[in-house]
């Protein structure tokens, strides 16, 4: 089998979906028990770790830029037989994330403490963000090269081996944890810095392991020698196209991280038992939205090579047929938890007041989380399709008009308090779900492929709809 075959059999829903599953399910439940060793820690902890976390996602999004773009470039490249060209974007984005990744861990050694300041923490919740942001910030070059070394190997179909190597991760940094939120084998008790320590050195090792696996099934060269003899122009368009979908992409994210900021910042002034009942619930939703946003990735690598290969009709009914079963397993699973919900929160934490409120907040999640489901599927195949401008400005308006606006009116104006900033993040959901069915069905992302032809040759027919569209 050679290796066009290889990666086509690597292509399919299920034969994606599972490894992407399995692999989101270990972050989050391995981030879980982050939280469960920081709780009996102190809750002011799990609030300033959870509050500095967004920070860190904010990061990451501009990692995204580029790990992103490259994976749908890579995959179009792929699906058009252009293998080449696809190692080329494939360095280009390893090398750029590099450095970009490098000056931004500079920037956060330096501002992290005056950043922080902008948010109205306790003073508590404030010292423990610092701690843990300054360290994971400094690092933050080594979470831009997994980001990107894992984006490379999920658009070759090789989602494997990004789930083993954050198995084996995870695991490390939860035993690095227990060493120094206990004090195990007489080491000192370092709370918010051990874990922070914990979790760099896990992802050292991790990104080690990835560079490995890389190197073997997908040959790359990593000199800088082999940078420079890259064709100028095939290195122009290929970052021309990165930052087409990436930036737009990772656009929509950022804008998304900074308004959860903001409405953070809304919630704070409820008190701290509010904030932290909000990083605990958003932390058992992401176990609700778990099918939704593995069958998101798989639907946008399949999309991005049947683009590729000029498939349009079957790139369209993979969409649907992905979004049905992930809006029906998302429902299920929100049932569940809002179900047992109270139980699971008093795994965590004795108070009363978040155990009670958090429920409610379950409750109301079974109408957020099939709206959140569409939005995601659909809105990663139009990203897949190349079709990124569209979510953006779509996500721009309704996140910040819907989510932040409501979140302000119905929490802090007409005194709902978090319930309804949750009843503000459903409608934001939906609102958006519904706006990218609209955009799917009208299959005006058919047009906005970077890659259209299986030997990579567009018509000029084409090539004039592209520039007007």
Not at 119 to 126: C, D, G, L, P, T
Not at 438 to 459: F, L, Q, Y
Request: hydrophobic share 55%.
């Amino acid at each position: 089998m050679d290796r066009e075959q290889a990666i086509n059999k690597r292509i399919s829903f299920f034969a994606l979906i599972w490894p992407i599953l399995i692999e989101t399910f270990l972050r989050m439940f391995f981030g879980t028990i982050d939280t469960f060793m920081l709780s009996g820690y102190s809750d002011f902890a799990v609030a300033g770790v959870g509050a500095a976390n967004q920070y860190v996602y904010i990061l990451i999004l501009l990692f995204q830029i580029v790990s992103g773009g490259a994976g749908i470039v890579i995959s179009q490249y792929l699906g058009a037989k252009n293998v080449k060209k696809a190692s080329y974007a494939a360095l280009s984005a390893i090398m750029f994330n590099f450095l970009l990744g490098i000056l931004i861990s500079g920037a956060m050694f330096a501002f992290s403490a005056k950043i922080l300041k902008l948010m109205n923490f306790e003073a508590e919740v404030y010292q423990y963000s610092k701690q843990y942001l300054v360290l994971i910030g400094s690092f933050s070059f080594i979470q831009a090269l997994s980001m990107t070394v894992s984006a490379i190997l999920r658009s070759h179909g090789l989602v494997k081996y990004p789930m083993f190597v954050n198995m084996g991760s995870n695991i490390l940094n939860i035993i690095g944890n227990a060493v120094f939120i206990y004090g195990l084998f007489g080491m000192p008790v370092l709370g918010v810095r051990g874990v922070a320590i914990s979790t760099i050195l896990s992802q050292v090792t991790g990104l080690l392991v990835m560079f490995i696996v890389l190197k073997r099934n997908v040959g790359l060269d990593f000199s800088v020698g082999e940078l420079i003899k890259m064709p100028k122009k095939e290195l122009i368009d290929i970052f021309k196209n990165i930052f087409k979908i990436g930036g737009p992409s990772a656009g929509e994210t950022l804008s998304y991280n900074i308004s959860q900021i903001v409405v953070t910042s809304i919630i704070s002034t409820m008190g701290a038992y509010v904030l932290t009942t909000r990083f605990y619930v958003y932390n058992l939703m992401s176990y609700i939205m778990l099918f939704g946003l593995a069958a998101a990735q798989a639907t946008q690598i399949i999309i991005g090579h049947l683009i590729g290969a000029g498939k349009k009709d079957e790139a369209y009914k993979a969409c649907i047929r992905s979004l049905k079963l992930s809006a029906m397993v998302s429902f299920c699973v929100a049932i569940v938890f809002a179900l047992f919900g109270k139980n699971i929160l008093g795994i965590f934490t004795d108070d009363l007041n978040i155990i009670n409120l958090g429920g409610v907040l379950l409750l109301i999640t079974i109408v957020l989380e099939p709206g959140r489901t569409f939005n995601l599927v659909i809105g990663h195949a139009l990203k897949g399709s190349g079709d990124a401008k569209y979510t953006m400005f779509m996500g721009l308006m309704s996140m910040w008009l819907v989510m932040v606006l409501m979140s302000y009116v119905l929490g802090i104006k007409l005194g709902l308090g978090l319930v309804g900033v949750w009843i503000a993040y459903a409608a934001d959901e939906w609102l958006r779900g519904i706006i990218m069915l609209r955009r799917w069905n009208s299959r005006a992302w058919e047009k906005k492929a970077i890659i259209m032809k299986k030997d990579n040759v567009v018509t000029e027919q084409e090539e004039l709809l592209q520039i007007l569209n």
